[in-house]
């Protein structure tokens, strides 16, 4: 027996375990993203002990890894043959794994460009809530005989089943970057942004940081592909923004930060605040929290917007209607230290029109793949 394999049959005897017992188990990688979604108290089951590299084929643009691999580990493996993971997945410390990126499901500033992590999910093993060993998908882009299970596990956070392996479609690094920055303000760089999203331009990325309350504020774009249209993109919106280049060691070190959220608009969180995550449309215009920190960013053209602001019932509340209004939703992203961590962190299926319908579809997967309950942790509600 292979040490995978053994590996494997210790995690089914945990599942098994706790399915007799009706006592839950929260999947835990590295624990970087241990404070993402509503906590529990639960016994870990963790998959660190489940790592490597299983295939790297750079030709046919696709890894497939075990997912407790750090993610470190997999970015170098990518660097040596001038790849990356295009949407940017954050790590939020030295001992992020590749499934654990995988079940958080975020994206970094990359994300408006190219697609979500979903997007790029080609197929995986999985043990579910009975123990048993399933595969899904495959490692082709073609694949798509069936229902395409593997792309519900990005953004799961571990309610649905242990992923043991994954394989994610890679992407070529850009041949060229350039990243520009302007004073505007917050209803110019949307609208400026929104025009840009439908030419054939090189946008990669864009981040607005400034006062909620009005006047100018920073805008910083990225330009990533082939080195001719950057080259005929810097001048062109530069011109329309008064926008000047930006030091390419300055440059990564801001998306970077902005990936990882050490800006200080994103970290410094005050005891009794908590940063909201919004996701709204394109459209949708500035908007205002009242009583929220001066400072707002906007990332995603404006689709992903993040607010410090008091952290209790009432002012989630009113966050959740207001991006509701709009055709969005909101989320207890992070939480200061004298926030009551048991607060509900998303905005509800039911809570909204368009998604409603949603929460029976949802209580049937989950039934499928976990009908004992061992992954109920309600870390995702």
């Known amino acids: 027996m292979s040490h995978s394999d ?5 995690f089914r005897d945990q599942i098994l375990n706790a399915a007799n017992n009706k006592t839950p188990l929260s999947i835990e990688g590295g624990g970087t993203k241990s404070w ?10 963790e998959t660190r002990a489940y790592s490597g590299i299983l295939e790297y084929q750079p030709e046919e643009l696709v890894i497939t890894a075990c997912a407790g691999t750090p993610l470190k580990e997999i970015e170098a493996a990518l660097k040596e043959k001038n ?8 790590h939020f410390g030295e001992n992020a794994t590749f499934g654990g990126a995988i079940a958080a499901g975020l994206a970094g500033p990359g994300r408006i460009t190219v697609g979500n992590f979903r997007d790029f999910v080609l197929g995986a ?3 579910d809530g009975k123990g048993q060993d399933l595969s899904f998908g495959g490692k082709v882009m073609k694949n798509v005989a069936g229902y395409d299970v593997s792309r519900l596990l990005p953004g799961s956070l571990g309610t649905l089943a242990l992923l043991l392996e994954a394989s994610v479609k890679v992407l070529p690094k850009p041949a060229a970057c350039a990243t520009l920055r302007c004073q505007i303000s917050q209803d110019n760089a949307l609208k400026v942004l929104n025009e840009w999203a439908g030419q054939p331009l090189p946008l990669s990325a864009s981040c607005w940081l400034g006062s909620a309350k009005g006047g100018d504020g920073e805008l910083t774009i990225r330009l990533a592909g082939a080195a001719a249209a950057v080259k005929a993109a810097i001048p062109l919106m530069s011109s329309l923004v008064l926008a000047s280049e930006v030091n390419d060691e300055v440059a990564e070190q801001f998306w970077n930060d902005l990936r990882e959220q050490k800006l200080s608009t994103l970290s410094n969180l005050g005891a009794d605040q908590t940063l909201y995550r919004l996701a709204l449309p394109a459209a949708c215009g500035p908007i205002t929290i009242p009583d929220s920190d001066d400072q707002v960013t906007l990332e995603w053209h404006g689709q992903q917007r993040w ?7 009432a002012t989630f509340a009113s966050i959740k209607a207001l991006a509701n209004s709009h055709g969005g939703h909101a ?31 949802q209580e049937r997967l989950r039934s499928s793949f976990d009908p004992f309950g061992v992954f109920a942790t309600k870390r995702l509600p």
């Open 307 to 313: 607010i410090k602001a008091p952290g209790d019932e």
């Open 6 to 10: 053994s590996q494997i049959d210790v």
């Open 125 to 127: 093993r999985i043990l």
């Open 36 to 45: 993402y979604g509503n906590p529990n108290q639960f016994t870990k089951l």
């Open 83 to 90: 790849q990356v993971l295009a949407f940017e997945p954050p």
């Open 331 to 361: 989320t207890r992203f992070r939480q200061g230290a004298n926030i009551n961590p048991s607060y509900q962190r998303f905005t509800l299926l039911s809570e909204q029109a368009q998604s409603k319908a949603l929460e029976v579809v």
